[in-house]
C-alpha cells in the first residue's frame, strides 16, 4: 500500500498552487471545474513522484480553523528537500518571501532536521532533510 494523495480545501486555488510550484518544484494539472456543484481542484504532482497533493475549492466550503491552528484530523504536509541545507535555505527564503515560520529549522526529538512553515492559507507544511 502507499499514499496515493493528500487534499486540502483552499480559499484561493491559483495562489496555494503557485506556492507549491514555487517553493516545491510542483506540476499542477489542468483545472476541473464542476459549476453545478460550484467545485474546482487541482492536482499537484512533484519532482520525486509519489503521492500527490490535491488542492480543492468549494464556494460553500468553510474551513473554521485559525491561521496554523492544526485542529483536528490531518495536521501537516511534509515534504522532504533531501537535505539539511536545503531545509535551511527554503526556509530563510519563505521567511523573506513573507511566510510565517512557525518552527526551526531543528532537529527534533525523534531525528527529523525540519521546520514548519504556514502555506498561504495558514495550512502547516513540514519541510524536512
Known amino acids: 500500500m502507499r499514499i496515493e494523495h493528500v487534499a486540502i480545501w483552499t480559499k484561493n486555488l491559483e495562489q496555494v498552487k503557485a506556492f507549491y510550484e514555487t517553493y516545491f518544484g510542483a506540476r499542477a494539472g489542468d483545472k476541473y ?3 453545478a456543484k460550484g467545485f474546482e481542484s487541482i492536482w499537484l ?3 520525486s513522484g509519489g503521492a500527490r497533493l490535491e488542492l480543492m475549492y468549494s ?13 483536528l484530523g490531518y495536521a501537516h504536509l511534509a515534504l522532504s528537500v533531501g537535505s539539511r541545507e536545503r531545509v535551511e535555505a527554503l526556509t530563510a527564503r519563505l521567511k523573506k518571501d513573507g511566510f510565517r515560520v512557525l518552527d526551526g529549522p ?3 526529538g525523534d531525528g527529523y ?5 504556514l502555506d498561504p492559507e495558514g495550512n502547516r507544511v513540514e519541510i524536512t532533510a
Open 59 to 71: 464556494a460553500t466550503s468553510r474551513s473554521g480553523r485559525g491561521e496554523g491552528d492544526a485542529g
Open 33 to 35: 471545474e464542476n459549476p
Open 106 to 108: 531543528r532537529t527534533t
Open 113 to 117: 532536521f525540519e521546520s514548519v512553515v
Open 45 to 47: 504532482t512533484f519532482p
